[in-house]
């Protein structure tokens, strides 16, 4: 089974330029999860979907941060514009909930860095 | 809200060592409880997990019970390998109307040879 694909692994650009990330998730999962992982940080959540609605975007800084996840496949997650505190990597991951066991299955991430 | 702590690392452990990373939750209801790990470059992995209280997960040698009257979910493992390097992430996951993962900050663990 092929795992959660992402791209790019890495980027840098300079702060107030925009910058995009994609997220291909589990074949068949439901849920899609971006991540935000500052170095030395546990990673926190931006966005939840639930095929291609939202479930949960409360930490997702919307005035510069969105994403989407049409068809309820793929996903982009945007930044536009970029600052500095937002160098970190970004992970996405995808789920397929079974009652309790809804372990999420993570890709490589995108490793920001805005200088 | 829902939380996770656990203990500040690094952690460095002479191989064969005994290990032990604490975590403890705070969540209402009875969420699932889960260990991952993330190797230097890679994404992260579970490692084992419990959804319920009582439960042990284990996996490669490590292990962790659910226990819901401490509310903690401490990782052990009885001999330490200079490959089990990596930062280990205690969460937890409940249903919120959408399943939602809540990550602690994660201990490194550094095992030397």
């Known amino acids: 089974e092929a795992g959660v694909a992402q791209s790019p692994r890495y980027k840098i650009i300079e702060k107030r330029q925009s910058v995009a990330f994609w997220c291909n998730p589990i074949s068949g999962h439901a849920t899609l999860y971006w991540y935000q992982q500052i170095l030395g940080q546990g990673p926190k959540l931006l966005i939840q979907?639930?095929?291609?609605?939202?479930?949960?975007d409360s930490q997702l800084p919307k005035d510069r941060f969105s994403a989407e996840r049409l068809k309820g496949v793929d996903s982009t997650l945007k930044i536009q514009p970029a600052k500095l505190e937002d160098s970190a990597v970004y992970l996405c991951a995808s789920s397929s909930p079974r009652g309790a066991e809804a372990e999420a299955f993570f890709g490589q991430g995108t490793r920001l860095t805005v200088v | 809200g829902d939380s996770v702590t656990q203990m500040e690392g690094p952690v460095t452990l002479s191989e064969e060592a005994f290990l032990t990373i604490n975590c403890t939750y705070t969540a209402t209801g009875y969420p699932s409880l889960f260990w991952y790990v993330q190797y230097p470059g890679e994404g992260l992995q579970l490692l084992l997990k419990a959804t319920k209280a009582d439960d042990k997960g284990s996996n490669k040698g490590f292990e962790a019970t659910y226990r819901k009257e401490t509310t903690s979910f401490h990782l052990e493992k009885g001999s330490v390998q200079v490959s089990d390097s990596a930062v280990y992430f205690c969460?937890?996951?409940?249903?919120?109307?959408?399943?939602?993962?809540?990550f602690g900050a994660g201990t490194r663990l550094f095992v030397k040879a």
């Open positions: 979907f639930q095929n291609n609605g939202v479930v949960d």
């Open positions: 969460a937890l996951i409940r249903n919120t109307g959408g399943f939602k993962t809540i």
